[in-house]
């Protein structure tokens, strides 16, 4: 199948500063990414879809100018959180569609003190 | 408003037992299911999928149902085995939105 990675897998940080998350589709091509937030117990909810060559299209409630998006190349989304807080910390997943099935990253891990 | 639902959070099933976990939707656009394994600390990992002009899908020992009256999927796992652990998440789209709904998830534990 194909193959997602993320970069870091595991990141803390303190409040107020900036955090960036990449995503990156290895052995395929994505002119769409998705990014994923999971809070414990909880299902994963879509934050955003990432566009190559276009803005990112943000779901409700999801604050663009806080969760800054960028699909800078056919391989490659970045997520970044910024001026982070401790509300923010939860485990952030990007995916890469193949057709019609989805391809997940292994996750972020953001804990913000 | 939650449109794919899983629930039962949580299944025990003895090890070679059959395991069977129930999800349903209430958007009759969907017309394509996936179902995900998924670890802890991990990202979920794609393991069966079916479309609606389907009732079935088998791969090896997953098999998904799909009843598109009832708004109802199910996987079944058989037999069950220790490493299917996991917590399995259903989820739905509309072809060619790519926007995938998921359900909250069932907590598999298979008893060895």
């Known amino acids: 199948g194909a193959v997602v990675s993320q970069h870091p897998s595991w990141v803390i940080c303190k409040s107020g500063t900036s955090v960036k998350i990449e995503c990156r589709s290895l052995?395929?091509?994505?002119?769409?990414m998705f990014w994923y937030r999971q809070f414990p117990k909880q299902s994963l909810m879509l934050m955003a879809t990432?566009?190559?060559?276009?803005?990112?299209?943000?779901e409700q409630g999801v604050e663009k100018d806080k969760f800054l998006i960028n699909h800078a190349s056919l391989t490659l989304s970045t997520l970044t959180v910024t001026s982070a807080h401790p509300e923010d910390s939860s485990f952030y997943i990007c995916?890469?569609?193949?057709?019609?099935?989805?391809?997940f990253g292994p996750g972020t891990r953001l804990l913000v003190l | 408003d939650q449109q794919v639902k899983q629930n039962s959070p949580s299944l025990s099933v003895q090890e070679g037992r059959i395991s069977i976990l129930n999800c349903d939707y209430t958007n009759s656009m969907f017309d394509y299911f996936l179902w995900y394994k998924k670890y802890p600390a991990e990202g979920p990992t794609f393991l069966i999928s079916?479309?609606?002009?389907?009732d079935k899908n088998e791969d090896g020992r997953f098999t998904v149902f799909l009843n598109k009256s009832a708004k109802h999927l199910s996987l079944h796992i058989v037999p069950s085995q220790p490493g299917d652990s996991a917590v399995y998440f259903c989820?739905?789209?509309?072809?060619?939105?790519?926007?995938?709904?998921f359900g909250t998830g069932t907590r598999l534990k298979v008893l060895a």
């Open positions: 990432s566009n190559e060559g276009s803005k990112a299209t943000y």
């Open positions: 079916i479309s609606s002009i389907k």
């Open positions: 052995d395929f091509q994505a002119t769409t």
């Open positions: 989820a739905a789209i509309t072809s060619g939105t790519y926007k995938y709904i």
């Open positions: 995916s890469a569609p193949v057709g019609e099935t989805q391809y």
